[in-house]
């Protein structure tokens, strides 16, 4: 077998058989294929594309290549939640104790984050004490007894993907659907949970920006799973906008209590509660309509926000953070107000200028060296829709001394545009389709 041969395929639009992929992975990650051999295989697939079968074999190899996470020393029912990314988006924090109120386990391996803020991990550690490097004694005895665990990821999970994505990344091969699928699956496969529930995001924000496309993206991981005799579900949601009033760590992480404790209700609220009924859906505990009730009482009646409390506390943090956010989370007081200079309707949001905003401020990483500062981001007081008047407050921003805010508010300026007619509805719909 020679890594030209397989190149010409599927140059030529050919397709790549189950041992083909197997070869081209393998003697990869062992360097015993060049990188000009896999980059030139990796553009004929950018162009050529996949077919479903070859979609899978390349998950299953990715995924054969490391470690696999074994969640069965985890009673009850345990469904993993995974999303494409965006700007705002720290739904694992609300939505563990949500789904855990319901009776589900969230065991969750989570990563940080390079670009506009800090991963779910990152975000975390922007409570006091909050501690995510555990061991897996410490993992699974936490999952069992409080029903919610979010560590950072120790396990060797596919590292025939890290090894590719870093070369698509610098070969602009990164953006093809069977290629992200893959990359995405061959990481969630490893984490052997009864099923999982998919956020794929579109528009401004993020990875995939039409809605076309993003559906597209939600069909194949969906089809690599149910290959794989997983349960799936896949949402397709609005990234046209940042997700909630926050976007930077501590401020995230405020929003993602208030939301559990009922003070708040936004499009963050709605997608919380969406996708954990889904979760709770996918295991078969009961049923989505059931579940979105259930969990709504459970926010009213405090049952969410105890099990916060328990769960922060579990893994070193200060509980207390749950009652007094603004007085426990570090919070910069220095802030900027970004004012509207005209009458009109907000009739687009880049989101993604917005996250770029954010990370000039401190609140994100540019490359993994960097340190992030939890204190900093963007409050967010007007969305896509909403009327505003000259003088109002669009948005504010928390800097530090050494940043300041300049380059940010040029950054942010920039991501508003506000016209006198309101954008068409389908702009501002949360969830655009359902994949199952």
Same mark, same amino acid.
């Given at each position: 077998m020679r890594p030209y041969d397989i190149i010409v395929k599927k140059r030529d639009g050919g397709i790549n058989t189950k041992e083909e992929i197997k070869y081209m992975i393998e003697k990869y990650v062992e360097g015993k294929i060049p990188d000009y051999q896999i980059a030139s295989w990796l553009m004929a697939i950018y162009f050529k594309h996949m077919t479903s079968e070859e979609r899978y074999n390349l998950t299953m190899t990715m995924l054969e290549s490391g470690d696999k996470v074994d969640l069965s020393a985890i009673e009850g029912k345990k469904i993993d939640k995974h999303s494409t990314g965006g700007v705002g988006d720290k739904t694992t924090i609300s939505l563990a104790p949500m789904v855990a109120s319901i009776g589900l386990k969230v065991s969750k391996l989570s990563g940080r984050g390079l670009g506009h803020t800090g991963g779910t991990v990152d975000k975390l550690e922007a409570i006091p004490g909050f501690k995510t490097a555990l061991s897996e004694e410490e993992f699974f005895k936490i999952a069992n007894e409080k029903g919610v665990v979010v560590a950072g990821q120790t396990a060797n999970i596919a590292p025939a993907d890290k090894k590719i994505y870093a070369l698509r990344d610098t070969t602009a091969t990164v953006n093809e659907i069977s290629l992200i699928s893959a990359s995405?699956?061959?990481?969630?496969?490893g984490i052997m949970s009864d099923g999982i529930v998919l956020d794929v995001k579109t528009g401004s924000g993020a990875f995939m920006k039409s809605i076309e496309e993003s559906v597209e993206l939600a069909k194949a991981m969906v089809d690599i799973a149910k290959k794989n005799g997983k349960k799936v579900t896949a949402l397709v949601t609005n990234m046209d906008q940042p997700l909630g009033y926050t976007v930077g760590n501590s401020l995230e992480v405020l929003e993602a209590i208030q939301t559990v404790k009922g003070e708040i209700k936004n499009d963050f609220t709605e997608l919380c509660l969406e996708l954990?009924?889904?979760?709770?859906?996918?295991?078969?505990?009961?049923?989505?309509?059931?579940?979105?009730?259930e969990i709504q009482k459970n926010i009213y009646n405090g049952k969410v926000k105890e099990i916060m409390k328990e769960w922060i506390k579990s893994q070193g943090g200060n +509980? #207390?953070?749950?009652? *007094? +956010? #603004?007085?426990?989370? *570090?919070?910069?007081?220095?802030?900027?107000?970004?004012?509207?200079?005209?009458?009109?309707?907000?009739?687009?949001?880049d989101a993604e200028s917005v996250g770029i905003s954010s990370m000039l401020l401190g609140a994100g990483r540019a490359s993994k060296e960097d340190i992030i500062d939890t204190s900093v981001g963007i409050k967010i007081y007007k969305k896509l829709g909403d009327e505003v008047k000259v003088g109002e407050k669009i948005a504010t921003l928390y800097y530090s001394e050494e940043k300041g805010y300049e380059e940010a508010l040029k950054k942010l300026k920039e991501s508003y545009i506000i016209k006198d007619e309101k954008p068409h509805e389908n702009k501002t719909k949360l969830i655009y389709e359902i994949v199952k």
């Open positions: 995405i699956m061959s990481k969630k496969l954990s009924a889904h979760m709770v859906d996918l295991s078969g505990i009961m049923s989505y309509e059931k579940a979105k009730e +509980p #207390e953070v749950v009652e *007094n +956010p #603004e007085k426990i989370l *570090n919070i910069s007081n220095l802030t900027y107000d970004f004012i509207s200079d005209k009458n009109g309707y907000i009739t687009h949001i």
